[in-house]
């Protein structure tokens, strides 16, 4: 077996290691990545708000700060270029007592000290002109936050990197790395591979691969949101994302509202530190708390709207007696040379990804030169949506394909076209969640009561798969053990 040789092997990809990824495919060099699951999104990166936060939630001075303002900054040009749809709706954070009020001016000031362009303290009246709906007695102002679809922003990445000459390896879990002589010998459950640098950008798994190379000097823990998604017909009442002011000891944002790119709403995330940093469980007692506090904020919500709800982990580096926030770490060591950690890229990491993957590049950049290629190309073509076309080019995109004219989901109205698009994707993804993730398919009111199977069987047609190794999203998640008719 020919030997799995690289420059540069980053371990992790999602949102940050896929933009990482990107980055370093600028230039003239062999590029790996390693993921432990069948997919790029399948664990922080795709169980988040969506948003893309301006910046005035962090420490001045921090890591996090700087980039996320950079990051929210320069997104307009990220997201036309990789083809992704992205709105700067902006933001309230509401407000009903004094010390709520104090703390308004709290985070203008740390977002003034940031450089968040356009901070203002609103007036109840001013609240109600920005989203009627929304109730409070002042509120911070925010024009600059956006709204994003995680998953498409990380799939876009990926796709990008991997069309610009990434090998990216899915289903490869990290189980050692020894160091060689000029080189990482990095071993998986599947192969061995060997690079001159490593970039460990595996989330929550990142202090346990800085262990591998020698770093023990952080722990993450695990710290789980949940979320209620609403059905579209909500999506009415809130065109802006709903914030309350912060828990400082909490370290995360509060309950609140956010409306989707797509017209839905999402409420959460709760903040429950946990044990294992695999945990998605969602809980009776966090639910019923996640309606009672989205009422307060949007008094029109209603049981009938909630169609799903789902959990997220943030990789945190503080514990729960401590609280808060601390700093991203991204570093490299003497005694450790060629290796880069990111440990405790949390929120904003969605927001900051192209803007750490620059600095990770320039650390490289210090020791290596690197010589940029000639024919990079920084755009990415997404999956035409069918129902976004007119009537003519609908017409005429079914004439040319009739798959176009066969709707698979009827809640999201996806044609055959676009799920068979989604499964010969650049990545070779060809799980039920990854045609989900790259189509919205299954994401509907019936959430995929109506197209899952038609989904699943048309993945075993084009994939010459048998009924039992369909997977829904991991490996061993197989949805069938056998046909009965």
């Known amino acids: 077996m020919e030997k799995q040789q690289y420059d540069v092997m980053v371990i992790g990809s999602g ?27 399948c664990e922080t990166s795709g169980r988040n708000s969506g948003v893309l936060h301006a910046g005035f939630n962090n420490k001045p001075g921090t890591l996090m700060a700087k980039f996320c303002v950079q990051g929210c ?62 109730q409070g007695k002042a509120a911070l102002y925010s024009p600059m936050t956006g709204i994003l679809d995680p998953f498409t922003y990380t799939i876009a990445l990926a796709e990008n990197a991997c069309e610009n000459g990434v090998d990216f390896y899915l289903g490869r879990e990290v189980k050692n790395i020894e160091r060689k002589e000029g080189y990482y010998e990095i071993t998986t459950n599947k192969e061995t591979y060997y690079s001159k640098w490593v970039i460990n950008s595996a989330g929550l798994n990142s202090d346990k691969v800085a262990r591998m190379v020698g770093v023990t000097d952080y722990t993450i823990y695990p710290c789980r949101g949940e979320y209620f998604i609403l ?35 999402f409420i959460g995330p709760s903040a429950q530190y946990i044990d294992e940093n695999d945990n998605y469980s969602a809980t009776e007692e966090v639910m019923d708390m996640l309606v009672r506090e989205g009422q307060k904020i949007l008094p029109q919500i209603k049981r009938e709207h909630f169609i799903r709800n789902f959990s997220g982990i943030r990789p945190k580096l503080v514990s729960k007696e401590k609280g808060g926030y601390a700093d991203f770490v991204i570093e490299e060591r003497e005694e450790i040379p060629n290796v880069i950690n990111l440990v405790g890229i949390e929120s904003p990491g969605l927001t900051s990804a192209v803007p750490i993957a620059e600095y990770v590049v320039e650390k490289i950049k210090n020791k290596e030169t690197l010589k940029e290629k000639e024919n990079f190309n920084p755009r990415r073509k997404g999956i035409l949506k069918f129902e976004e076309q007119c009537e003519e080019k609908q017409a005429e995109l079914i004439k040319e394909n009739p798959d176009y004219g066969e709707v698979i989901c009827r809640c999201e109205t996806i044609t055959k076209g676009e799920i068979m698009e989604a499964i010969n994707n650049p990545l070779g993804v060809d799980t039920v969640t990854g045609i989900k993730y790259r189509t919205r398919s299954m994401m509907g009111r019936c959430q995929g009561g109506y197209c899952q199977t038609r989904i699943a069987e048309i993945i075993m047609k084009e994939k010459n798969k048998k009924v039992n190794e369909v997977t829904y999203a991991r490996e061993n998640g197989k949805m069938f053990l056998r046909k009965v008719r």
């Open 73 to 134: 900054l320069g997104f307009d040009k990220i997201a036309e270029e990789l083809n992704i749809p992205f709105k700067r709706v902006g933001k309230l954070v509401t407000g009903f007592t004094d010390e709520d009020i104090e703390g308004l001016k709290a985070l203008k000031e740390k977002g003034d000290k940031n450089g968040v362009p356009g901070l203002e303290i609103v007036s109840e009246k001013r609240i109600k002109e920005l989203a009627p709906n929304v």
């Open 15 to 41: 949102v940050v290691g896929s933009a990482i990824a990107r980055e370093l495919s600028k230039y003239e060099m062999k590029i790996g990545v390693l993921e432990k699951e069948q997919d790029v999104i």
């Open 231 to 265: 059905d579209k017909k909500a999506g009415e009442y809130l065109g802006i994302p709903a914030y309350p002011v912060p828990n400082k000891k909490e370290g995360g944002l509060g309950i609140h509202l956010t409306p989707s790119i797509h017209g839905n709403i």
